[in-house]
């Protein structure tokens, strides 16, 4: 049985502006669909969780269109984005496009599309998923990873992206 929530002394807008203050990279999630489509999103939802076995993790809204296909599918790849790809961040970020068009990418583990001068990319089977609150955390034990020697990174930070980090 859940305890019952307490209440709290902030709104969901305070939760999300103090979460923003939090600078993380920017990922962008591929799967190939049961019908061959090409899935992708933008997420900055992503973290290290085990070096033995290799796990990462990253997390969905229970909402997304895209949900389906991350539950069903056997295999995903986070792509880590450079500074120089934040148009494929907003890209991927926006609905009802073919978030493909034009995108370099090659095949990956299970079919998984992983995309072309990332910063790094972890292809990775989908070992297993939590639901917690409005989101699915999934957890997938890397398969295959590359990093690109000298990648700068793409970082997000109070809703804004940025390709450098000020000093």
């Known amino acids: 049985m859940r305890p019952h929530h307490k209440t ?7 939760f999300r502006a103090a979460l923003g203050m939090f600078a993380t990279g920017v990922t962008i999630i591929t799967a190939r669909g049961e ?3 090409l899935v992708g999103l933008t997420a900055n939802s992503f973290n290290s969780v085990s070096l033995s076995p ?3 993790l990253w997390s969905l809204s229970r909402g997304a269109g895209s949900m389906p296909v991350f539950s069903r599918g056997s295999h995903y790849a986070i792509n880590i ?3 120089e790809q ?4 907003k890209r991927f970020a926006t609905r009802d496009i073919d978030r493909f068009a034009g995108v370099d990418w090659r095949e990956g583990a299970g079919g998984a599309p992983v995309i072309e001068g990332a910063a790094a990319t972890f292809e990775c089977a ?3 998923r939590y639901e917690e609150g409005d989101h699915v955390i999934f957890v997938g034990e890397v398969e295959c990873c590359d990093a690109r020697a000298g990648a700068h990174p793409l970082i997000f930070h109070g809703g804004r992206y940025y390709t450098e980090l000020p000093l």
Not at 8 to 14: A, K
């Open 86 to 89: 934040m148009d494929l961040a």
């Open 126 to 128: 989908n070992r297993s």
């Open 54 to 56: 290799p796990l990462v």
């Open 35 to 37: 019908d061959g489509s």
């Open 81 to 83: 984005l450079a500074a």
């Open 8 to 14: 709290i002394g902030f709104d969901s807008q305070q």
